[in-house]
């Protein structure tokens, strides 16, 4: 699937403590008028005694993120760094302009980054998370001049609304052959969101009720990540993540039975026994389902030991070693932050993205 760029509507949001309210008006002068009355009401507020007197300092930095410098050593020059190292980003201009565009989209401070790429860098994603107040309408006018639905813009606000979280996160996608996807996620580890406010984010069909049973058989009433993708053409997919309860054995034991349950191949042999090798037993479960069924099936292990990453480059039969070396000195990070052992369904790689088996590796630029 591929995102079109087209011009921005009239849109903006106003933020209360709780909620933000997006405002759709039809004209420059019927929004000029609401923003008018709007400010007007919120300059009397400020003007009254006790507002004066129970004013609170702004959004509290989460220690989770990390104010950006956008000098030679900051994350923002830095994945500029890594960009020149990711071969096709240096021939086909659509995918670097799309980055461009996502990039300028994200505010200067209290942002971090992570960056994924499969072991020949063909595939690469790039997320952002942040405050809520901070990267909100950004995000909404990213989403707007990528050509993204109306419908799935209400969605946002719908979900954002029932969830309320403090920490979001865009993301983008894109594959050497033309692969250019983008959306929204929102991270939230501890406790987690409620698994039937997190179904609400899906399109109904076999296999949301597949998760939802698989959840509920195995006592998974949080869900650790919910997110969803903004293209242009159903099916829409919605994007799970469940930290796996339990010690090493009884997450994989968990995991492998979500495989079974929604009909889909496990990770190979070879894999699963890199698995069992990890010092750092902490695996996570990520699933995208759409209405026409299971898109991708995910197994997240932390922290791999270096001789693991040339064990799997030599398990996929694609990897570099040498170009992942490159890429990770222009980050500046220090060594991969997970890696994910997933499985693409056929025919949701929609012939730009790599179906089946792959390896992909997950990197934190703060």
């Known amino acids: 699937k591929k995102m079109k760029i087209k011009k921005k509507k009239y849109c903006f949001s106003v933020l209360t403590d709780t909620r933000t309210f997006f405002m759709f008006p039809d004209t420059q002068g019927e929004q000029d008028e609401w923003m008018a009355a709007i400010k007007k009401a919120i300059d009397n507020l400020k003007n009254t005694p006790s507002a004066k007197a129970n004013a609170e300092p702004a959004d509290p930095v989460p220690s989770s993120t990390t104010k950006i410098h956008p000098g030679a050593g900051g994350p923002v020059a830095r994945l500029r760094a890594a960009v020149k190292q990711i071969p096709f980003l240096l021939t086909d201009s659509k995918p670097l ?192 389902i759409s209405s026409e069924g299971f898109v991708k099936l995910g197994l997240i292990t932390p922290k791999p030991e270096p001789h693991c990453i040339t064990q799997l480059c030599s398990l996929s039969g694609t990897g570099n070693i040498e170009m992942l070396d490159k890429f990770e000195k222009a980050l500046r990070v220090q060594g991969v932050e997970t890696v994910e052992y997933k499985y693409l369904v056929k025919g949701f790689g929609y012939g730009v993205y790599k179906e089946g088996f792959d390896v992909v590796f997950h990197y934190a630029v703060e």
């Open 97 to 288: 302009e799309f980055w461009e565009i996502w990039q300028d989209s994200v505010p200067e401070e209290f942002i971090c980054f992570k960056v994924s790429v499969s072991l020949n860098l063909s595939q690469v994603s790039w997320r952002c998370i942040g405050p809520q107040s901070k990267l909100i309408q950004k995000m909404v006018d990213f989403f707007w001049n990528v050509g993204a639905p109306e419908t799935e813009i209400d969605k946002l606000n719908e979900v954002g609304t029932s969830i309320n979280p403090s920490i979001i996160g865009s993301w983008i996608d894109m594959s050497s052959k033309g692969g250019m996807d983008g959306g929204w996620y929102f991270p939230c580890e501890t406790p987690g969101i409620p698994l039937k406010v997190a179904m609400s984010a899906c399109d109904q069909g076999d296999a949301s009720k597949k998760v939802f049973d698989w959840a509920t058989a195995r006592n998974y009433d949080m869900v650790q990540v919910i997110g969803r993708d903004m293209g242009a053409a159903p099916p829409r997919q919605t994007h799970f993540e469940f930290a796996l309860k339990g010690d090493l054995e009884g997450q994989l034991e968990a995991a492998l039975s979500a495989y079974h349950d929604f009909g889909l191949p496990a990770p190979p042999d070879d894999a699963l026994e890199i698995i069992r090798t990890n010092p750092t037993p902490e695996l996570s479960l990520s699933i995208i």
